[in-house]
């Protein structure tokens, strides 16, 4: 990276470049495309009752990450991390870890105690898992078969206050 990584809030106009990255990525289905478009857009719109929250990584004046995070409904201090994607570009430059500990410092700073992280089980997802585990996240429940036969469910959890 020729100049230093800035996070912002995201802002509508950074919707292509978001879906383009998440598309780019290859983990996700199209009806999980279709979720994060929506999310995406009630997040950056700040619909009203929408309690999403995203940001974005800029890298060479380019959006190069997303992370989008929310409280917990009906929890006192749990957030969950609801989407992060890194462009495949600038994969393996320390953004997805910057945007994840730019999330916890702002769950911090909303008074949250608990981040919960939700992926797949499947061998495809073996990196993800590893990312968070080390970033200090611990494997909390695997519920079996979750998302498709053969396909776990595993929580992830991580202590910020």
């Given at each position: 990276?020729?100049?230093?990584?800035?996070?912002?809030?995201?802002?509508?106009?950074?919707?292509?470049?978001?879906?383009?990255?998440?598309?780019?990525?290859?983990?996700?289905?199209?009806?999980?495309?279709?979720?994060?478009?929506?999310?995406?857009?009630?997040?950056?719109?700040?619909k009203p009752g929408c309690t999403y929250q995203s940001y974005v990584a800029e890298a060479d004046e380019a959006v190069a990450g997303?992370?989008?995070?929310?409280?917990?409904?009906?929890?006192?201090?749990?957030?969950?991390?609801?989407?992060?994607?890194?462009?495949?570009?600038?994969?393996?430059?320390?953004?997805?870890?910057?945007?994840?500990?730019?999330?916890?410092?702002?769950?911090?700073?909303?008074?949250?105690?608990?981040?919960?992280?939700?992926?797949?089980?499947?061998?495809?997802?073996?990196?993800?898992?590893?990312?968070?585990?080390?970033?200090?996240?611990?494997?909390?429940?695997?519920?079996?078969?979750?998302?498709?036969?053969?396909?776990?469910?595993?929580?992830?959890?991580?202590?910020?206050?």
């Amino acid at each position: 990276m020729n100049r230093p990584l800035l996070i912002r809030c995201a802002r509508g106009e950074d919707e292509p470049a978001v879906l383009e990255i998440i598309e780019r990525t290859g983990f996700f289905r199209p009806v999980e495309v279709d979720i994060a478009r929506e999310v995406f857009s009630d997040s950056a719109e700040m619909k009203p009752g929408c309690t999403y929250q995203s940001y974005v990584a800029e890298a060479d004046e380019a959006v190069a990450g997303w992370i989008c995070f929310g409280a917990t409904p009906c929890t006192l201090g749990t957030f969950d991390l609801y989407w992060l994607a890194v462009d495949p570009s600038f994969q393996r430059r320390g953004i997805g870890r910057d945007l994840v500990c730019y999330a916890e410092e702002e769950i911090r700073r909303q008074h949250g105690r608990l981040v919960v992280v939700e992926t797949s089980g499947i061998q495809r997802y073996a990196p993800t898992r590893a990312f968070y585990e080390r970033l200090g996240y611990v494997l909390a429940a695997r519920i079996p078969e979750f998302y498709a036969p053969g396909d776990d469910k595993c929580v992830y959890l991580k202590p910020v206050s």
